[in-house]
């Protein structure tokens, strides 16, 4: 497999200069592509599709086509009403006419435009920033909110429902390679009895969704802030990116993974715990751009766990990510030994900073119309 044969199967004019490796993603390969022709540059983005993560990568696509052209039509449609250009990737095709590339290990690419003269950040800059981020996901909420679920397929079943994560980790905690990686760590054995303390709590959203409190919608998935593009010429939120988790959902998914990836200033790769903390101002800064968008479609009941999709999903997390440690390190790329248990770690101290400042949080929630 060389990605610069891959690159040059997409339908982009010019020749290819250069792949380069993007360092991101904890799930699928991520590359830049440079193609020039005799008086142009054009760059787009490749990636190769995690089938650990993905069984059916072909069905991602189909999704990703489906969404991106129908949010498309729908940003041109209001594009001489709206405050800015609204962006989101398209699907570039191969030069057969599909939308994806199958080279022959069996791996699934895909390339999709670059959103250019914009830029993403692992951690959050600025109160204004994470305004963006919350602004950002509740534009792409209203966008697709209308989107016909029926022509959706779930290449993810069971993708943040909390009480399935912790019935795989209790399956996980059985084995053999998962006692062996508990007695040789106490931050392993601490972080089970954390997880212990809050069993109770992790049904919170699909208890509310079975009660008919809440309701499903098309969601984003993962909108956490490395995904949010800013605009390098406005400074204003231009694009969410990485479309492969939308589906229906609760938006609390979203509001939560947004808060837990916007709010830790020190990002979820910190190695350092006494940096990690959910920021009340940069939290306070999320909730007004995202009700900005999202305060016509919210009901009562909605804002009613917002508070709780917080907490949980940044427990939901560090749970995903403390089954996977013990698992082996199946479903996140790791790139030294403990990152999955030290990112479990990360999200676990987060989420009980976000226990710590309840009060503050849900006064910040009922603050803001
Ligand atoms: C994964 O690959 P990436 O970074 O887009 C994961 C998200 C997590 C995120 C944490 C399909 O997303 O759910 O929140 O890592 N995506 C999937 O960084 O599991
Ligand atoms: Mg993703």
């Known amino acids: 497999m060389n990605p610069e044969s891959i690159a040059a199967q997409f339908n982009a004019p010019g020749q290819v200069v250069t792949v380069m490796n993007i360092d991101t993603g904890n799930v699928n390969d991520t590359y830049r592509v440079i193609k020039r022709t005799t008086y142009s540059e054009i760059q787009f983005v490749l990636q190769r599709i995690s089938q650990a993560v993905f069984p059916r990568p072909d069905l991602v696509m189909a999704n990703m086509k489906a969404i991106t052209d129908y949010a498309h039509r729908r940003l041109e449609e209001q594009s001489s009403r709206s405050n800015r250009i609204w962006q989101l990737p398209l699907v570039i095709p191969t030069y057969s006419g599909e939308d994806y590339h199958l080279d022959d290990q069996g791996?699934?690419?895909?390339?999709?435009?670059?959103?250019?003269s914009a830029t993403s950040h692992e951690t959050v800059i600025s109160p204004e920033h994470a305004h963006e981020a919350g602004y950002v996901l509740g534009h792409f909420q209203s966008v697709i909110a209308d989107f016909p679920a029926d022509q959706l397929v779930d290449t993810l079943p069971g993708f943040h429902i909390a009480p399935r994560y912790l019935a795989q980790y209790d399956e996980t905690l059985e084995s053999d390679a998962a006692q062996q990686r508990l007695s040789a760590s106490s931050e392993a054995r601490r972080l089970r009895a954390f997880v212990e303390e809050r069993r109770g709590f992790v049904t919170v959203l699909e208890d509310a969704l079975a009660r008919g409190e809440l309701a499903y919608r098309p969601i984003h998935g993962d909108p956490k802030i490395s995904n949010i593009m800013i605009d390098d010429?406005?400074?204003?939120?231009?694009?969410?990116?990485d479309l492969d988790t939308v589906k229906p959902g609760l938006i609390h998914y979203d509001f939560g993974d947004c808060v837990r990836s916007v709010c830790n200033p020190?990002?979820?790769?910190a190695r350092d715990l006494k940096d990690v903390f959910v920021d009340v101002d940069i939290f306070e800064a999320?909730?007004?751009?995202?009700?900005?968008?999202?305060?016509?479609?919210?009901?009562?009941?909605?804002?009613?766990?917002?508070?709780?999709?917080a907490r949980l999903i940044s427990f939901e997390l560090g749970l995903r990510f403390f089954a996977d440690y013990l698992a082996g390190d199946v479903y996140f790329k790791v790139k030294y030994e403990s990152q999955n248990l030290n990112r479990a770690?990360?999200?676990?101290?987060?989420?009980?900073?976000?226990?710590?400042?309840?009060?503050?949080?849900?006064?910040?929630?009922e603050s803001i119309e």
């Open 233 to 241: 010429i406005t400074g204003k939120g231009t694009a969410i990116v």
């Open 107 to 116: 791996g699934y690419w895909r390339a999709l435009s670059m959103i250019a």
């Open 345 to 365: 770690r990360v999200q676990m101290k987060l989420c009980e900073s976000i226990e710590v400042r309840e009060s503050k949080l849900r006064r910040v929630l």
């Open 266 to 269: 020190a990002g979820e790769e």
């Open 286 to 309: 999320l909730v007004s751009g995202y009700l900005k968008q999202a305060g016509n479609f919210l009901t009562d009941s909605d804002r009613k766990y917002l508070y709780d999709s």
